[in-house]
């Protein structure tokens, strides 16, 4: 990426000789240099300030140094800088000013914030974080006992610790999660975000340890719920580099609240293979499904199970990350080659906010006789909610059905979530949820939840009549 960027014109400064150079991008923080006009020097010189010139204005970087390398190119090797660091490819690329060092401004603030956090829960925090670091290092030093053996012995040297005592490890998490919910279930807003920024800031080597929660809380795409956590919810399997870590991993997505996404699949798959059954007996008129905010969809793999399911359905996969749709793209794939027959899938890569601003999405996407979106309201604001809700009834065909998941407020997984894994949610009570229909009449409307009561689910049922 680096050897295609253009020169920038720069001047070196050395007292009060100005150098003419022309530099290259070779890295995020370093330049290469040329020196122009015959000008040399040794390596490890140093100058007092590196001038560019960067569309159209002129900016200082401050001191720096010369580590000489192979001449290539007339380039004399790469400038380092000695006290600011610039992320220089965003200073080329975007004009913007970004120091490696800018997060340090807000130190200030950060520490203030532990003023904030009330004694009781810097004592549970401190306690738990020295109770997870002794089970850590006993762990990690029995993974070392072991180390030497061959891989199928360690695997099953390892399960027989996990067996263990990493039951009696999840039991000791189990306590601690009992005892976080007691101490914050009586907090405002502002003092989750408060405490719970905190407890991160203490626990933070031990959460980046766990995949699941290292992710959850980096949300590399820029959200949690992504389908990357979303396979590793219904993979519900142990990984890690070490027994420590997979046990860590282990536990949030055996949780309640995470098997709830796993029922909620197997809900929608009984749902839609019933209504086909019911509506489509013969497979002769494909079942037409819409999921909104579909994720990787991989309940679509557990419907389509046999030779004949490919011609009963027909199926519109829409989400927001186009990751995402590549993930259940790559999925219903291997239905189709397993299956050696082609599933019609449609994929629309687009936000529900996009949506809102449609004006006949029934002239746009058809109509359908399944509606379904599950994992998008627990983010979405009333009024969103609503408006997102009424443009997908517009969708419905007559006697269609339409099912909205949206987690419950008495979620037993809520503060693990919060607290630990930096994951917070919209949640609704049942009333909260049908109020977001605001009446829609002439439809048979129910609530219903799965067998761990944290995801319920709206359920709307279109008269033939409309
Ligand atoms: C928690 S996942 C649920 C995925 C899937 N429905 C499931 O249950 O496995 C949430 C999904 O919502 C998508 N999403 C979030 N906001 C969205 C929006 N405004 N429009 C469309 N998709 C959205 C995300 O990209 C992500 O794939």
Not at 312 to 339: C, M, P
Not at 371 to 398: E, I
């Amino acid at each position: 990426m680096y050897e295609q960027s253009p020169p920038i014109d720069a001047q070196l400064v050395a007292g009060d000789q100005l150098i003419p150079v022309d530099t290259r991008l070779t890295s995020r923080y370093s330049l290469m240099v040329r020196f122009l006009n015959g000008n040399g020097f040794k390596d490890g010189a140093e100058f007092t300030d590196l001038l560019i010139r960067n569309q159209g204005k002129e900016i200082g970087l401050g001191p720096c140094r010369l580590i000489c390398e192979p001449n290539i190119d007339g380039y004399a090797g790469r400038i380092v800088f000695l006290k600011e660091v610039y992320d220089l490819k965003r200073l080329v690329e975007e004009n913007k000013v970004v120091r490696l060092q800018s997060s340090f401004l807000n130190v200030p603030l950060v520490l203030a914030h532990k003023k904030r956090v009330k004694r009781e829960f810097k004592n549970y925090t401190s306690d738990l974080t020295y109770d997870l670091n002794v089970y850590k290092s006993l762990f990690d030093k029995l993974d070392e006992e072991y180390a030497e053996e061959a891989q199928s012995i360690r695997d099953s040297i390892q399960m027989a610790i996990i067996n263990t005592e990493g039951v009696r490890f999840h039991r000791f998490l189990d306590d601690r999660l009992a005892e976080l919910e007691r101490m914050v279930k009586g907090f405002n807003r502002a003092e989750h975000e408060s405490h719970g920024f905190y407890f991160r800031r203490q626990l933070w080597e031990i959460i980046l340890t766990a995949p699941f929660m290292r992710r959850t809380n980096l949300k590399p795409r820029g959200y949690a719920g992504d389908s990357e956590m979303m396979s590793m919810i219904y993979e519900n399997g142990y990984r890690g580099k070490s027994t420590f870590a997979k046990l860590m991993h282990k536990h949030p997505v055996g949780h309640p609240g995470a098997q709830a996404v796993r029922n909620r699949r197997k809900v929608i798959r009984e749902m839609i293979r019933g209504v086909g059954d019911q509506r489509n007996p013969s497979g002769a008129d494909p079942l037409k499904i819409l999921s909104v905010a579909c994720g990787p969809a991989c309940e679509v793999q557990d419907i389509v199970q046999t030779a004949q399911d490919p011609g009963k359905y027909d199926f519109t996969l829409l989400d927001q990350d186009r990751n995402a749709l590549q993930e259940a793209a790559n999925g219903i794939d291997r239905v189709q080659r397993r299956l050696d027959g082609q599933v019609k899938v449609k994929y629309l890569n687009e936000s529900v906010r996009t949506m809102l601003k449609t004006p006949n999405l029934p002239g746009k996407w058809g109509r359908f006789d399944f509606v379904y979106s599950m994992g998008l309201f627990d983010y979405l604001t009333p009024p969103v909610a609503a408006g997102v809700l009424g443009k997908l009834l517009k969708l419905l065909r007559p006697g269609g059905e339409l099912v909205i998941g949206n987690f419950h407020v008495s979620n037993v997984s809520r503060y693990y979530m919060e607290y630990w894994l930096d994951w917070v949610l919209y949640y609704r009570t049942e009333s909260d949820l049908k109020e977001l229909l605001r009446g829609a009449p002439g439809d048979d409307v129910s609530v219903f939840f799965d067998e761990t009561g944290v995801q319920m689910f709206l359920h709307v049922k279109r008269h033939e009549s409309h």
